[in-house]
């Protein structure tokens, strides 16, 4: 009788605990700087605005890159005169950025005109896993063409890279829209 007495209490002891549920994963919070901007301070055919909080790395032929230290990223801009090879860099550029078809979910194009600064471009937003998640183009269309892409210096894993790449496509955009010639 004991026995039974002891092994009723043992299961009603035992029964009383909460429910074990599994943990759900935490997520990675990112906090980014308020943006603050400057104009590029190197000597170039073209000046833009970039953000103060990055780093400028000066590269041959008039190329940059722009460093993101914090985010492990760097947009990566070169730089070529037009000597009546437009057609011949367009189709450069649109290649590289189809070549990112292979592990793309989607391309989203978005063009760019500023007929009184002559600055005309197109930026393509590369969803999924691809190497690099923005890649652009810009050009006065006689003289001169950039080049920018956008890369993280990580495993691409697009869910995660999200808001970096939101951040950073803001930095672009003013990049694009703030761009001079200067010949």
């Not at 600055?119 to 969803?127: A, C, D, L």
Request: glycine content about 2%; proline content about 5%.
């Amino acid at each position: 009788m004991r026995n039974i007495f002891l092994l009723i209490f043992f299961i009603f002891f035992i029964s009383c605990k909460e429910d074990v549920l599994p943990k759900p994963k935490a997520y990675l919070s990112l906090t980014y700087p308020k943006k603050s901007y400057e104009k590029l301070k190197l000597e170039r055919p073209y000046s833009f605005d970039i953000l103060k909080n990055t780093t400028v790395i000066n590269e041959t032929n008039n190329w940059l890159k722009i460093k993101y230290p914090n985010l492990k990223a760097s947009i990566d801009i070169t730089y070529r005169p037009v000597n009546k090879n437009l057609k011949e860099l367009l189709t450069e550029a649109e290649k590289l950025v189809f070549k990112h078809t292979v592990k793309a979910e989607q391309i989203i194009p978005k063009d760019f005109v500023n007929s009184n600064k002559r600055v005309f471009g197109s930026m393509y937003e590369i969803t999924g896993n691809a190497a690099s998640q923005i890649q652009f183009h810009i050009t006065d269309s006689t003289n001169n063409f950039i080049k920018g892409s956008l890369y993280f210096y990580i495993k691409p894993n697009y869910d995660s890279l999200l808001p970096a790449v939101a951040y950073i496509k803001e930095d672009i955009s003013r990049l694009v829209e703030s761009l001079e010639w200067k010949n």
